[in-house]
């Protein structure tokens, strides 16, 4: 199958019922996502289909929609051009072991998208999906009101 | 195109039809007018309201706090659905997080316990006017019947509701085949729509309690 990921067209060979998670990591060498539960718990699968957050572990390949645009963490920002909710990460030293991170960051650059102006509490609805081992959230609330403040400037 | 290939074409077109006959998961059989009787129809009610009762169906049949529930066997306690979900007004997650961040549309099969479930129509909670969680038999009959709550729907029209969903794949049909450790809806869909025309058939009786 054809798949567009960080607008690059890639050919991976690979079953239906494979998850993208699988698809990403082992057939595309994407391996800033990264895998947790593979049952939808922890969310440090989340990259984005067509902006959307979605959990890679539960996308299954033949489900995608052809022409479907997948952005990886790799595809969020460049290292010369972090993507804002990156730059707020980097300023708020928000990772801690950091594997949960690529998938904070993928969800809160969408929420951010949706909503440009969040409260805490819309910030703990649409983040609670994804958890910390390391216990991060009050760093990452804090770094998603710096990144929305961020893109209001930008 | 030769004759073989138009009919071989025309079987296609005829599967791909999500209400072609081959394809159904249930059929629609109204009991002829009058052949059933109150009694019969308030039986008929009560395995309808087993199954509408069934977590498999009533957790996502929630009231105005829009909030999915977690209940029955394979949960352990009844609890609100994990991480903090909320559906919202849009009742799919519009204004949160989607429902679909985890729950794909796909029919393909519900094979991993503990995983998110998927449908071939896009999760979502039913509308609001439809909760059933926690609702006794009583309250859920007078809302089935009550076409101002119900989608303006008569016996008819909640049938073919129940026949449509299940011919794209959708939440009824999942709920008789959950995958995974959940438990089922019991009986069948197509008892479920028998037992729906039944009690229509008998003028819809409720219970009084
Ligand atoms: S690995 Fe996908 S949610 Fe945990
Ligand atoms: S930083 Fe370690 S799991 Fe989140």
Sequence with gaps: ?154 | MNRIAIAVASIWVALAHPLAAEEAEAVINVPPEGSVSTEDGLAAWERVYEVVSNPRCANCHTGPDNRPMWSGPSYGKTRPHGMNINAGESRMGAETLPCATCHITSDAPNTVPHAAPHVGLDWQLAPVEFEWFGKSSAEICAQLKDPERNGGRDMMGLAQHLVEDAAHKGFVLWGWSPGGTRVRAPYSLQQHVDDILAWGTAGQPCPTN
């Design chain 1, 1 to 154: 199958m054809q798949l567009t990921v960080n607008g690059k067209t890639y050919e991976a060979d690979v079953e239906d019922d494979m998850p993208l998670l699988w698809v990403l990591r082992d057939e595309l060498g994407l391996t800033g996502v990264k895998y947790g539960c593979g049952i939808a718990q922890c969310g440090a699968c989340t990259v984005h289909i067509d902006g959307m957050a979605v959990r890679s572990c539960q996308t299954l390949a033949g489900s995608l929609e052809p022409g479907a645009e997948i952005t990886t963490i790799e595809g969020l920002g460049a290292p010369d051009a972090l993507h804002a909710v990156q730059q707020a990460w980097v300023e708020h030293q928000v990772a801690q072991c950091g594997y949960c991170q690529s998938g904070q960051i993928m969800q809160a650059a969408a929420l951010l998208d949706m909503n440009p102006e969040p409260s805490d509490e819309e910030i703990d609805l649409v983040m609670s999906g994804n958890l910390c081992r390391c216990g991060t959230y009050v760093r990452i609330r804090a770094a998603i009101h710096a990144a929305a403040d961020k893109l209001k400037e930008a």
